[in-house]
């Protein structure tokens, strides 16, 4: 009788200690984890064959909505809900490099026609200038370019010559140079002696130009240079083509964030992703983990509406989500918070906009805790 009993003990230990069904249900649980990730990265020429674009780029951004998605499907198989990728790209963004067929140079009485300008003979703002130009210039073609030479007045009164040119109903500014801008470019004559010359020397003049502006990798900006060239057009109207004459182009010159280069006609553009449980879709989401001085911030602005738990979460830096304690962060109280933070973090939010806000929490423990956040009708509010 007595080895029956221990018998069954043993079998019973076993059947306890060896689930069959347990296993498999764990194994379940573990294929249905849903595993995200966060990448940047920027397309190679592999991605764009394999989404069939051969040039190495896109037609417009809402192509590059259209196609990424499923590049990134490829690329991350396995990642799901909460992924995010910022993927830089190009897009092919064309510049018309037009040529000069209109050289005019500011005169007296163009100067006393306008009372702004008439004392002294000279521009101080640029409005006035384009009011010169629709008084000279009423009916243009589209894309007419306007080869301009002017005293224009800020601090001292500088001649200068710029471009104006006309697109779709209005003059757009082209930064031209100065003699004296020829000469630090070392040139013996206000022009240049060819095209090549002009786009090796006008990035180096540009960095000079704009070491104190704020430019931004990605920034464009138009110049207008002179060459001496055959007068093709008759510019001087002598009646011959076969002389020579100034003309003006116009090139146009990208900043990487460090130096100045020839546009090539590609724009750069960089777009998140983020994965919806189902699919990559263009997602603005930023995600943020709270600082020190975020904790901060939340604490003073609030301690006169929550007394125990902003001087709490101020001396300890997490926030108390325990209900049955005195200093409870609840989800109405830290929507409060955010709210604050992110007004002042980023006041200037668009309609829209999303947050992933991740920050330290005590629950007997401490650790981290994810919330979600879109400006909506101005206010922040959960997703």
């Known amino acids: 009788m007595k080895k ?4 069954f003990m043993v079998l019973g230990l076993v059947f306890t200690a060896c689930d069959p069904m347990e296993d498999i249900h764990d194994a379940i649980d573990a294929q249905n984890e849903i595993i995200s990730g966060d990448v940047i990265f920027e397309m190679s020429d592999e991605d764009y064959d394999e989404l069939g674009k051969s040039y190495g780029n896109f037609n ?5 909505k259209g196609l990424i998605p499923g590049l990134l499907a490829d690329k991350y198989p396995v990642w799901g809900l909460g992924s995010s990728a910022l993927v830089t790209f190009d897009i092919y963004s064309p510049k018309r490099e037009e040529k000069s067929i209109i050289r005019y140079t500011v005169t007296t009485e163009d100067y006393d026609s306008n009372p702004d300008t008439a004392r002294f003979n000279n521009f101080d703002d640029v409005d006035q200038i384009y009011d010169l130009l629709n008084v000279k210039y009423p009916s243009p073609s589209d894309r007419t ?12 009164k500088k001649t200068l010559n710029n471009g104006f040119l006309y697109i779709n109903g209005d003059w757009e500014f082209i930064l031209g140079f100065t003699n004296d801008e020829y000469g630090i470019m070392g040139e013996g004559f206000s022009n240049f002696s060819s095209e090549d010359e002009a786009i090796v020397k006008i990035p180096v003049f540009l960095k000079d130009k704009f070491k104190f502006d704020t430019k931004v990798a990605g920034d464009i900006v138009s110049t207008m240079y002179k060459l001496y060239t055959t007068d093709v057009d008759d510019l001087d109207g002598d009646g011959r083509t076969d002389d020579r004459t100034e003309y003006s182009y116009v090139k146009y010159f990208v900043f990487d964030g460090v130096n100045w280069s020839e546009y090539n006609d590609v724009a750069s553009s960089t777009i998140q992703f983020g994965h ?51 200093n409870f962060w609840s989800d109405d109280m830290l929507l409060e918070a955010f709210n604050a933070l992110l007004d002042n973090k980023n006041p200037s939010a668009e309609e829209g906009q999303k947050y992933v806000l991740t920050f330290i929490v005590y629950t007997g423990s401490t650790g981290n805790e994810t919330k979600s956040v879109i400006k909506t009708g101005g206010v922040w509010v959960y997703q």
């Open 60 to 64: 417009s951004e809402d192509e590059a």
């Open 4 to 7: 029956f009993i221990y018998l």
């Open 276 to 326: 919806d449980g189902n699919t990559w879709v263009p997602d603005n989401t930023i995600k943020y983990t709270f600082t020190s001085d975020d904790v901060a911030f939340i604490s003073n602005t609030l301690i006169g509406t929550y007394p125990g738990p902003a001087d709490n979460v101020g001396f300890f830096g997490s926030f108390d989500r325990r209900s049955s304690s005195d």
């Open 145 to 156: 370019l306007v080869s301009l030479t002017y005293e224009y007045y800020d601090g001292s």
